[in-house]
């Protein structure tokens, strides 16, 4: 049989299996003292208007820097942190520590546009903690920061299979002036028609669709038809991922507003922020990449 045949991959895959499992406890164990032990940080990765260069948002990115394995990315820890229910303390300290320091580059830097938003993820576990909202709104309420800077985003999926009361946050949220986005949009299967009974302000087109403009034609359709569905509902659009002048260019031809992406900026730390504001920098591509600026 195939197991007796292939008896030393097997023994490969199942000590591999082993010391993935192993890792994944060891996180979960250091996951529960990296708050306490101040392991994570945050960066921020700014979204740009594509037509003026103009920074309208701060995205805040968790970073975990553990004692023995270095940076660990979100992609494997918040997992964990939402199966073991740690996001929500993590969670807790991410809004607070984001919502601090936005406010704090707010009081230094007089000249940041009025419409400078940061940005923070939501795990659908946090939205389904029936506490949500008045945490936010008495930690915003705390930091001094207001509801209107504020922007949550959720991924698609988490409304596909949204019950009322997750519903009801999303709009209590809402009714508190703090912006909610569709993160990943594209990859969750929520039907466009579905979308206008949403309590939602902006879509952002996942990765994957900006990774092949220019190569797949299919790529250029898709994204046109999210942005055309996005226009007719008035929401934002955001072009994720964007690492090449390409994707930029085409991105923009398409109708997508905004974008995101290497390209354009890496996410950044929090003194790399203040150092951006501190040059006086709120525009962030250079001139000659911008539609009709001069030679
Ligand atoms: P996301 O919210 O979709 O964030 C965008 C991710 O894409 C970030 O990865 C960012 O660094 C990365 N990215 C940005 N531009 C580019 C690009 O041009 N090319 C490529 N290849 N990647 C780009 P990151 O920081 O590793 O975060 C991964 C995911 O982890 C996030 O995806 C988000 O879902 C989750 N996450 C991060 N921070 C938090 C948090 O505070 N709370 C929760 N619940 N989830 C978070
Ligand atoms: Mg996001
Ligand atoms: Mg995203
Ligand atoms: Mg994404």
């Not at 934002?236 to 997508?256: F, K, P």
């Amino acid at each position: 049989n195939a197991r007796s045949a292939s008896g030393g991959s097997y023994k490969v895959f199942s000590q591999a299996l082993d010391r993935g499992m192993r890792r994944r406890l060891e996180l979960e164990i250091h996951l529960l003292r990296a708050l306490e032990r101040e392991e994570f940080f945050l960066n921020f990765q700014p979204v740009i208007e594509l037509d003026t260069g103009r920074i309208v948002e701060l995205e805040a990115l968790l970073r975990w820097e553990h004692a023995q394995h270095g940076l660990i990315s979100p992609a494997e820890f918040i997992p964990i942190a939402e199966e073991t229910g740690l996001i929500i303390p993590i969670g807790r300290w991410t809004l607070r520590e984001a919502a601090r320091l936005m406010r704090e580059w707010l009081s230094r830097f007089p000249h940041l546009p009025p419409e400078l938003k940061l940005s923070v993820n939501l795990s659908p576990r946090q939205l389904r903690y029936s506490g949500l909202v008045q945490e936010i709104a008495a930690t915003l309420d705390e930091v001094g920061l207001s509801p209107s800077r504020l922007k949550i985003e959720i991924t698609e999926s988490l409304l596909v299979d949204s019950d009322e009361a997750v519903l009801c946050r999303l709009q209590d949220l809402r009714a508190h002036g703090i912006e909610l986005a569709l993160d990943d949009f594209g990859t969750g299967y929520s039907s466009l028609g579905y979308l206008s009974g949403l309590p939602v302000d902006c879509l952002k087109i996942d990765r994957t669709f900006v990774e092949r403009l220019g190569q797949d034609q299919a790529q250029a359709a898709i994204i046109q038809t999210i942005v055309s569905v996005a226009r007719a509902l008035g929401l934002n659009v955001v072009g994720e991922g964007i690492e090449t002048e390409m994707q930029l260019v085409h991105l923009r031809a398409l109708g997508c507003t905004r974008g995101q992406g290497y390209y354009i900026a890496r996410p950044l730390s929090a003194d790399g922020v203040a150092t951006l504001f501190q040059r006086g920098l709120t525009l962030l591509l250079p001139a000659q990449k911008l539609p009709g600026s001069p030679p």
